[in-house]
């Protein structure tokens, strides 16, 4: 390992799962001036060979071998645990991709290995905390300045699985997990948890009619805060054009989220609107605000960076958050007792629904 009292060294940082996640990922890393990709490792990779300085292997028990200080987890729910698992064992610092793992059992498991290697950061890779709408409506909701929040209403969905054409890992319940909640609506089930603490009361529709697929296409659910904060969300796979709407009524006014930047470029102007309550009559427009530039990526590597090099707490996408937004998914899954039943029906070994 470096030795990063030095000043002159830079962290080196392997890439576990080079498509099209982990190659993003490297063009960020690549910008950051204390990281140094020395390894990637992709099952597509046949061969063992070294380009520009970097080795390519197959496996990433290769890859742990080249010692690394921090490891990029960019796989398949079915091996994001196991391998973060591993780099946590090999003494890297860990950044892994949403989420955690297929269950809660997978990010249970990690957060053991974790707390036995307490000097080890590890994050969770819930980007949308990083988009700049989203800090704004942070901000204003923590600042008071519109007073309380009442409810929260979202929608996030697409049209369909990368897998729909033929059935993937994606579309197998044994090795994902879940279905569009679990792979797109975790983030914003995180972003609801941000915005309004835990959700104590949850009810919910979870269905799989339209593809048929063994995870879900769809996934309705009302939520409800100890404080009586109510939200209601919509993850679906049935979107046809690509949405991501989320809108928070607060005591004085409202703000409203929608669309946001991503590599797709599917879902949308990103924006924000601030909406002042009238008294005594409606508000008839409100304050838009457009973002034109996507630096969530960059502004999300750069933080865990900066827990490394400066010894900080992981603030955002910690374990605890990964696993708390993890366990919503599944109280929603589990709040369907149709969807409970024919989950357990199928493959009683995944999907901690009880």
Not at 88 to 97: Q, S
Request: hydrophobic share 35%.
């Amino acid at each position: 390992m470096n030795d990063l009292n030095s000043g002159d060294n830079k962290l080196r940082v392997g890439i576990a799962g080079y498509g099209v996640v982990g190659q993003r990922r490297r063009y960020i890393i690549d910008l950051h001036p204390s990281l140094d990709v020395v390894a990637v490792s992709d099952i597509n990779y046949k061969f063992d060979e070294v380009n520009n300085g970097i080795r390519y292997v197959s496996d990433y028990g290769e890859l742990l071998s080249e010692n690394i200080d921090v490891l990029f987890v960019c796989l398949p729910n079915y091996l994001a645990a196991e391998v973060t698992i591993a780099g946590l064992r090999h003494g890297c610092h860990v950044f892994c991709e949403k989420p955690p793992g297929r269950d809660l059992f997978d990010i249970s498991r990690v957060m053991d290995i974790e707390r036995e290697n307490p000097g080890k950061k590890l994050q969770y890779g819930f980007n949308h905390r990083y988009h700049d709408s989203i800090r704004d409506a942070l901000r204003i909701i923590r600042s008071g300045e519109m007073g309380n929040l009442i409810n929260l209403r979202g929608v996030y969905g697409k049209s369909g699985f990368f897998g729909v054409a033929g059935p993937d890992w994606r579309t197998d319940r044994s090795r994902s997990g879940g279905g569009i909640l679990l792979d797109q609506g975790i983030h914003l089930v995180d972003i609801m948890r941000l915005f309004s603490g835990e959700f104590v009361e949850v009810k919910s529709f979870v269905e799989n009619d339209y593809w048929g697929h063994q995870v879900e296409d769809n996934a309705y659910a009302i939520l409800r805060t100890d404080t009586g904060v109510v939200a209601t969300l919509h993850s679906s796979a049935t979107q046809w054009q690509h949405k991501f709407e989320l809108e928070i009524s607060l005591d004085h006014g409202a703000i409203l989220l929608s669309g946001i930047l991503s590599g797709s470029k599917s879902y949308g102007e990103e924006k924000i609107t601030i909406i002042r309550r009238e008294y005594n009559k409606p508000a008839l427009g409100g304050t838009t605000t457009k973002y034109l530039e996507d630096n969530s990526w960059r502004d999300e590597v750069a933080e865990f960076v900066d827990t490394i090099l400066k010894d900080k707490s992981v603030e955002n996408g910690n374990s605890l958050d990964a696993f708390k937004s993890m366990e919503l998914v599944f109280k929603i899954y589990s709040a369907d007792l149709k969807w409970k039943n024919r989950v357990h029906k199928d493959d009683s070994t995944v999907g901690q629904l009880n």
